[in-house]
């Protein structure tokens, strides 16, 4: 497909300086907002309360003006058009040429389209999480058909019975993939699903849920087309999923308990308990379906169940999984076994417990949150999506966004390496491996889920650079991926402490890394886009964190004490 004209810049600057200095005078403006006025995203969670008054309208829910913007469109920055880079268009090719369709009309793309493997597996489905940067790509280049197509085929599947032997899942899970059958005798079409009956492991997707409400705000925002959240399968869909996360058992956390391999990291890893992927994408599902359920009578409810929990999920995280040098050099002096509500270390972690490498990777500016945490139990562990999301939900707060974004320039190379992005640092080895994994073969360290580096985690990291107000750290970041993905034939992922090598089991032709490149290019040519994957932060969720600023190392004040 046609790609933008070339920018025109002078004879002693670069195009990429050019592209800088044009993102630049977009970042400085406040807040990077398209809407003009006050808009719906903006308003505090206390605002919400029911009796006060009646919901607005979806008057800044979605961008002004449908316009066109995308490949091959004119960007909004001051006049001046990227330069595509010439895989761009290749990457477009193969994205196409993994489209599915039902009854004629694109319902997804396939996970890889790699005809060189043996074994197809199950790379030849729709995921959900898998479609979410496919998603975005086709919205940016304003093709949202096959994104409505998508919402409503995977709403379909959501009302089917569920069941992994006897046991019946809940009402609201979604799917972790589809297939669709082609019966060229009948001429017809026939959706499969799975919703982890047959997945390795046999554990359903808690993200499956959380992803399609996110991606149903991103159309909406996008598109304008209020119509499609408002309906009554939509709204059903939304309370379903969010009856599932909401519902009061006998924890004492409002962290989501999990299962072992129930998120992209689908294998044994330990991130069972309360694992950061998972929260940060249940704050971000929260907040978006804040924005799109009514307040008629079966809506009303949620929606106050929403604004409690949203409350107790943001101080709960940003107090306990937050680490910075500070918050390590505390809990490395903790006493244990302290007994009342007045207790410091409320979790009784072991000092001892905390593992030699994190003295060294924490630098004296930076931080992020930890992997999981729960009693007498803290994973200090990296692990991207977690921390990128959470900057994009506005779960971390300013201070705490550009913290962790420190952190990625200080660590460049153990997070990003040779090739982006590390889903999770460091990677478990040895007698650690043996028990945490079960000796798994394919998350050995450095590989996989287990310190591999994977390129669709670009997008994410992308839009937190915007959001941030860091774009060149998403600049070099892609660089790095132009430099490989197309010559690699566009592999799910790379291996090895720099993540130079092609993984040994990494699929070629793996749909998410090439959407998740188109999507990187297009937010930096169009940062505008970033509205439809982000919410600013709210201005009543003040954290009540006593402790050094993230940031830096100087000594702490007496009353921070």
């Known amino acids: 497909m046609d790609g933008p004209v070339n920018s025109k810049v002078g004879p002693t600057t670069s195009a990429a300086d050019a592209d800088d200095l044009a993102l630049a005078k977009l970042l400085d403006k406040p807040k990077l907002k398209i809407e003009r006025k006050r808009s719906f995203d903006e308003r505090s969670f206390s605002e919400l309360t029911i009796n006060v008054r009646q919901l607005e309208s979806y008057d800044s829910l979605y961008s002004p003006g449908y316009r066109s913007s995308g490949i091959g469109t004119p960007s909004s920055l001051g006049g001046e058009v990227f330069d595509p880079h010439p895989m761009v268009g290749e990457a477009w090719e193969a994205l196409r040429r993994s489209m599915v369709y039902f009854n004629q009309q694109p319902v997804g793309t396939i996970a890889a389209y790699d005809h060189a493997s043996e074994e197809v597996l199950n790379y030849d489905q729709v995921f959900v999480r898998d479609f979410v940067p496919s998603a975005l790509a086709f919205l940016m280049n304003n093709e949202p058909e096959i994104v409505k197509n998508f919402l409503l085929k995977t709403l379909h599947l959501q009302g089917w019975e569920k069941r992994v032997d006897r046991f019946k899942l809940g009402e609201g899970a979604m799917p972790a993939s589809f297939k669709v059958l082609h019966n060229p005798t009948r001429k017809t079409d026939t959706l499969i699903a799975d919703f982890g009956e047959s997945a390795i492991g046999r554990v359903a997707p808690v993200d499956s849920g959380f992803w399609w409400i996110i991606l149903l705000r991103a159309y909406t925002k996008h598109t304008g087309d209020i119509s499609l959240a408002e309906t009554d399968d939509c709204q059903r869909g939304m309370r379903l999923i969010l009856a599932l996360c909401l519902s009061e058992g006998f924890d004492t956390f409002p962290t989501l308990l999990c299962a072992d391999g129930c998120s992209m990291i689908d294998r044994r890893m330990g991130i069972y308990g309360y694992p950061i992927e998972i929260q940060a994408l249940f704050f971000m599902s929260l907040r978006c379906a804040l924005l799109m359920l009514k307040h008629d009578a079966e809506g009303k409810e949620f929606v106050e169940r929403i604004v409690k929990r949203l409350h107790a999920l943001s101080y709960h995280m940003r107090s306990y999984f937050w680490l910075d040098f500070q918050q390590l050099n505390d809990i490395y002096r903790y006493k244990t ?139 070099r970041a892609i660089e790095l991926a132009e430099s490989r993905l197309q010559k690699d034939s566009w592999p799910e992922y790379y291996d090895g402490t720099l993540g130079r090598y092609v993984g040994k089991q990494a699929r070629k032709f793996q749909t998410w890394s090439i959407a998740g490149y188109l999507v990187s290019k297009m937010l930096l040519e169009d940062p505008s886009h970033l509205g439809m994957i982000s919410l600013e932060e709210d201005k009543a969720m003040k954290p009540l964190i006593k402790r050094s600023a993230s940031w830096t190392c100087a000594k702490p004040n007496k009353e921070d004490m």
């Open 337 to 475: 076994e302290e007994y009342s509500h007045t207790a410091v270390n409320k979790f009784n972690v072991i000092p001892d417990s905390i593992p030699d490498w994190v003295f060294d990777f924490m630098p004296c500016r930076g931080g992020y949150f930890i992997g999981n945490v729960s009693p007498a139990r803290m994973d200090f562990r990296w692990f991207a999506l977690g921390n990128l999301m959470a900057i994009l939900s506005s779960l971390a707060t300013p201070e705490q966004s550009t913290a962790i974004m420190d952190l990625m320039e200080e660590r460049w190379e153990e997070l990003i390496g040779e090739v982006p992005l590390k889903i999770t640092y460091p990677a478990i080895e040895s007698h650690e491996w043996r028990i945490v994994t079960g000796c798994d073969p394919k998350n050995t360290r450095w590989s996989y889920h287990n310190g591999g580096s994977w390129p669709v985690l670009l997008w994410l990291l992308t839009a937190a650079c915007i959001k941030t107000g860091r774009p060149q750290i998403a600049r």
